[in-house]
């Protein structure tokens, strides 16, 4: 009988987080903390939720305090994670290269950024991927957009909002097209990572392009709680939201 393939994830954890100024000088991006609890904390939390028993950490900056955590946090998991030194100043082209021979032929994994705080039903993304038969699924989010909205009804002048969620955005110069926000959140056959070059200077940008030329890419609509921190200030706004933290503890 075959035995069933692996549920995989690669957090991706090696950037030196500068975008954080002074505070990532001693500790690495994904261990500070949200709530009381570093960033990549509640990443494992989930992945753990949906039963994922293979999970890659290519390591960079700092790489050896965040295994350490990892370890010391989680010590019943540790024979499911993975961890590989992928260099400092590598990029994550040269990250995703260096790890996937860890992937089994054909296997579909799950990757996703170590400063994203998530929570949304990965199983329902996990299915449709495997109903198209894609070799990439990616999410997209609805966008609480953080500046003021001047928003109009046809030609007219309606509104003004400082807090507004949105879902399409127009192309500049195509009345035909739309947009939807990545989230960083996808779905990857390892199929597809032959379409890959370590040396390519974007990973997401070569890969996913290739993907949908070849009609093997799709999109997820992502319904849940998605926060990216980005910024200094991300760190600040969502430690101070007292409503997304009662969600994060009920992780």
Known sequence: MKSESPKIAVILCGGKGSRMGSLTKKIPKPL???HGKPIIWYSIKMLALYNFNKIIFPLGYKGEKIKNYI???FPKMKNKFFFVNTGINSSV???MHLIKNLIPDENNFFMLNSDTIF???IDKMF???NKNSNWLTLS?????VRWGLIIFDKSNLVDFDRKRTVSNLKIKGNSNKYAKVNSGLAIINQKALKYSNKNDFCFESSLYKKMIKLKKAKNFNLKGLWYPVDTEKDLQTINIDKKIGIKLNKI
């Not at 997209?140 to 609480?144: G, M």
């Open 71 to 73: 370890n010391q946090e």
């Open 93 to 95: 082209s040269k990250r």
């Open 119 to 121: 929570n949304f039903n």
């Open 140 to 144: 997209s989010v609805d966008l609480l």
């Open 127 to 129: 299915q449709e991927h």
């Open 32 to 34: 500070l903390k949200i």
